[in-house]
């Protein structure tokens, strides 16, 4: 079991949402790994709570999509499959281009600033070792796109995704090798919606998705031969 996370209290929530929030957060960051089993008493005892809200936490992830449980085995921390990757990047495909055209017709003069602002936060914490700092800068960067479409029915549809595009994201940005790709791509971005040139924005906005998916399934495609691997050498 995985012993990076830990619980940060929020006098505001119930016991239970700090729980779920806690064990949700490190799923999504990879602390808690694909495959990984939620025992609930160890995850009791790191926590220092009971086993209650433990059990109500692993529910409610498994309605998410997060954890599967396994017939006598119990809960387990969700894969991330090639299907459930390109089932959540082919509609962010189609939600980012529409953002990036809108964005070229809406997108204020203060918003373009921060925008390139935005751009070089996330070349800046590329610099440093801290992969939650470099995700945070990334979403940081697409929101202002997405918030300066001014469509709030567009916002809801992103946003519902968002928390499992994070998870895929940041198995990209576990990549140091990318970051320079990365870095060229959002340029590529904030050069077109700056001139307004909708189709360009869309295009780059797409190829941007593109390259993501092609390395996340790599990445998937070396867990697996690794894990089959394993399961030969152990025969």
Do not use: W
Not at 18 to 25: D, G, H, S
Not at 119 to 125: K, M, P, S, V
């Amino acid at each position: 079991m995985n012993e990076e996370f830990e619980i940060h209290m929020n006098e505001f929530l119930p016991l239970r949402d700090v729980v779920f929030n806690t064990l949700r957060q490190a799923i999504l960051t990879g602390e808690l790994k694909p495959g990984e089993r939620l025992m609930e008493i160890h995850l009791a005892n790191k926590l220092g709570v009971s086993r209650t809200p433990i059990r109500e936490a692993i529910r409610k992830l498994e309605l998410e999509s997060l954890v599967v449980m396994i017939p006598r085995k119990g809960a387990e921390v969700a894969q991330i499959t090639e299907k459930s990757l390109r089932d959540v990047l082919e509609v962010r495909r189609t939600l980012d281009a529409l953002c990036a055209e809108l964005s070229c017709d809406r997108i204020s003069e203060a918003e373009i600033a921060n925008l390139k602002q935005a751009c070089l936060d996330f070349e800046a914490a590329t610099q440093g070792k801290d992969k939650k700092q470099i995700a945070k800068a990334d979403v940081a960067l697409h929101n202002i796109i997405l918030e300066s479409t001014g469509n709030q029915r567009l916002e809801q549809l992103v946003n519902n995704l968002a928390e499992q595009m994070y998870r895929y994201r940041f198995e990209y940005i576990k990549d140091v090798s990318q970051y320079a790709q990365l870095i060229q791509e959002h340029r590529v971005i904030y050069e077109a919606i700056s001139g307004r040139d909708k189709e360009k924005a869309a295009q780059a906005a797409r190829t941007h998705i593109d390259n993501q998916e092609s390395c996340v399934i790599a990445l998937i495609q070396q867990e697996n031969a690794k894990i089959k691997t394993n399961k030969k050498n152990k025969k």
